[in-house]
């Protein structure tokens, strides 16, 4: 079943790839309107998107959370170097696995301008979504890499060539920064690997040797090529430089996917690699993560309040919103005896925050989509009033803006709160500083919806068209789960607790 879910995407991917050139969109196509292929295609992808999606709601409605890895599937693949096939969930991976995948869903189906060349831009998105969902499901490490290493290759030529403004210099920035990054993290694991007794890549075997205990140079130096492989990949500050130009460049469903998706492999591998296989290590430095944390909480936070360009405002709140993810995973990994409560609450709260950003960031890129092909620009001063003219869009952005800035009764209020009220226990300084954070962001989210929906509409604006049906049904679709974990957030919690509470030792 899993192993199902990560190959039928990449299978779909090749035939895509490899259509002849006669079923391939006309190079001088314009609109979808006059390409019949591309929307014949996007239709084919986007059933080919939902089975992962199926199939992962399937492994949940098996998953019984009883502790360890479930659903195993694995072989052997190069016995000589340790290296097997080896797929499986638990309560961290399963939740994040279905947020991708869902995400992917919405985003393949989205309508975009593919420029006349529909086969190769759903080959990319239909391989980047098995690959991501490969690598939440990977409990090999060397797997883990070759999943991660692939996600940069989709994701740069979707930038790269269906992007806009400056889109190839920004992809080239993207590329360059996180291929960096995976080579300290390919250091990092080579280092891990030569320390384990049998040699393997097997992470629950490593996860149970714990090869790497705390002290010494060389547990050091592996931590920090696992610490920057991750964190430029989450990013955080001061690792962040190449995600408000990749946003800003890149085609909405993209943006989506990048946000939604791809930044949550940099912090599932803080859990599952770093904390896990080196939580001693981890726990000497929490303190110092904590600090970075709230850094690129107050940091992102401030840069996204001087925004004028839409996208790039919510680009930077998603610096700020994986500070608040580091924050709880500083607070989860710390060495404290008698906090082990607030731990695991502060573990449950990081987890939730990164479904719940990716619900909610990847809606909003989206909807920054829908604008630039409506209005041609992303900069807020040149619009106003557009709730007279687009109720569906007013609404839904409206759901998502306060979904992020943390509203009681949303996705991002449970996250939130479960992240302050454990790191509050665990380093009360810290978590009050952060808080700050919430208060700019609030403050940013009401100013971005003033400038955009609310006073006179502008007379250029008289025909603004509202969403079509297919964005109400792809945004129906994240804002239904997004008020869903805000009102009834149990289910969820208690497949994730099923993780952290026995992480943290409670």
Do not use: C
Request: proline residues 6%; charged residues 10%; without cysteine.
């Amino acid at each position: 079943m899993l192993t199902t879910a990560i190959f039928i995407p990449i299978a779909a991917a090749a035939v895509f790839a490899l259509l002849p050139r006669r079923l391939r969109s006309p190079a001088d196509a314009g609109s979808e309107a006059d390409d019949p292929w591309a929307s014949r295609l996007r239709l084919i992808a986007s059933v080919v998107g939902v089975v992962p999606l199926i199939l992962l709601l399937g492994a949940w409605a098996r998953f019984d959370g009883g502790g360890g890895f479930e659903l195993v599937e694995s072989t052997e693949w190069i016995p000589t170097l340790g290296v097997g096939y080896r797929v499986g969930v638990d309560g961290l991976s399963l939740p994040l696995a279905l947020m991708a995948a869902l995400v992917f869903a919405v985003a393949i189906a989205y309508p975009v301008d593919v420029r006349g060349r529909a086969g190769p831009y759903y080959a990319l998105m239909l391989f980047l979504e098995g690959v991501s969902v490969g690598l939440f499901l990977s409990l090999d490490l060397f797997l883990f890499f070759v999943f991660w290493d692939l996600s940069l290759v989709g994701i740069y030529f979707l930038i790269g060539v269906w992007g806009h403004g400056d889109a190839r210099r920004s992809a080239l920035k993207f590329f360059v920064y996180t291929f960096a990054g995976s080579l300290a993290l390919l250091l990092a694991i080579l280092g891990l690997y030569l320390a384990t007794e049998p040699r393997t890549f097997d992470m629950a075997e490593i996860i149970r040797q714990q090869p790497l205990p705390a002290g010494g140079v060389y547990a050091t130096l592996v931590f920090f090529g696992f610490f920057i492989g991750f964190a430029v990949k989450t990013p955080i500050v001061p690792f962040h430089t190449w995600l408000p130009p990749a946003h800003v460049d890149a085609p909405g469903p993209a943006s989506a996917v990048l946000a939604g998706v791809l930044l949550k492999m940099g912090t599932y591998g803080f859990v599952r690699v770093l904390m896990s296989m080196q939580p001693e290590t981890f726990a000497r430095f929490a303190f110092p993560i904590g600090v970075v944390a709230v850094v690129s909480i107050v940091y992102g936070a401030l840069v996204a309040m001087a925004q004028t360009n839409l996208k790039r405002l919510i680009a930077y709140t998603s610096v700020n919103h994986m500070g608040y993810v580091m924050l709880g995973l500083a607070a989860a990994g710390a060495s404290l005896a008698g906090q082990e409560g607030a731990q695991a609450l502060a573990l449950t709260g990081a987890t939730v925050e990164m479904i719940a950003h990716g619900l909610i960031t990847g809606a909003l890129f989206l909807i920054s989509g829908s604008i630039l092909t409506r209005g041609g620009t992303y900069e807020m001063d040149a619009y106003g009033g557009l709730a007279a003219r687009a109720p569906a869009l007013t609404g839904i952005t409206v759901v998502a803006a306060f979904a992020s800035l943390g509203m009681p009764g949303l996705a991002g209020f449970v996250a939130e709160f479960q992240i302050f009220a454990g790191a509050l226990a665990v380093y009360p300084w810290l978590a009050g500083i952060g808080l700050l954070g919430i208060v700019i962001t609030a403050a940013l989210f009401l100013r971005m919806l003033q400038q955009v929906f609310l006073g006179p509409l502008p007379e250029r604006w008289s025909t603004w068209p509202d969403l079509g049906w297919v964005e109400r049904v792809t945004l129906g679709a994240l804002v239904v789960l997004i008020i869903g974990i805000g009102v009834a957030p149990a289910l969820l919690l208690d497949a994730i607790d099923t993780f952290a509470g026995p992480f943290v030792g409670r």
